[in-house]
């Protein structure tokens, strides 16, 4: 898979215990060495819990030290779930799952964080780079149909509809 350029995501939580994250860690850094293409992929979320807050502080400077391209994705938590406890007080309901509690997304402003959900990738898309410093070097683009909205969109209502048409909702039935 490596020497074919092959894309490899591996989703990642402040949630993770300790060994789950240290052996997804490894192996995205030991993929990359090969010559693979390893994508940190971020389940992301805002905090109020101080070791929820520090573990995923953990996983985005790892990101950023490490020069990886990567992706996030917004958890989103329903009211009854016990983890919606821990999480800041200045959310929003998702405009389609009313019950679902989210942030948008947190780290736009983090340059690694350039990927979205695979769920809003163009048909055409291709990742021909496994670190951010190339990918800047060279083909400094974001390979997007649109993206989910950030912590900010939403907190100024600047999300568009188009943010939430993509194939998690919109699936097909083949004939």
Known sequence: LANNKTEIRVSLSALDT?????????FLIEYKNMGGISVPYLMSSKYKNNILKSNQ????????????????????????????????NDGFYHPLYKNQYWFGRILNNIENFVLPPPTHLREDYSLKFN???????????????????????????KYTKEMFDHAAYNTKKYK
């Open 131 to 157: 670190n951010l410093t190339d990918y800047q070097n060279k083909f400094n683009k974001i390979f997007t149909k649109n993206n989910l909205p950030t912590y900010y969109e939403l907190k100024e209502n």
């Open 18 to 26: 300790k060994s789950q994250l240290e052996k997804r860690l490894k």
């Open 57 to 88: 502080e953990y996983i985005i400077n790892y990101i950023m030290e490490n020069n990886f391209i990567a992706g996030e994705h917004p958890l989103r938590i329903e009211k009854d779930n016990p983890l919606f406890s821990e999480l800041d």
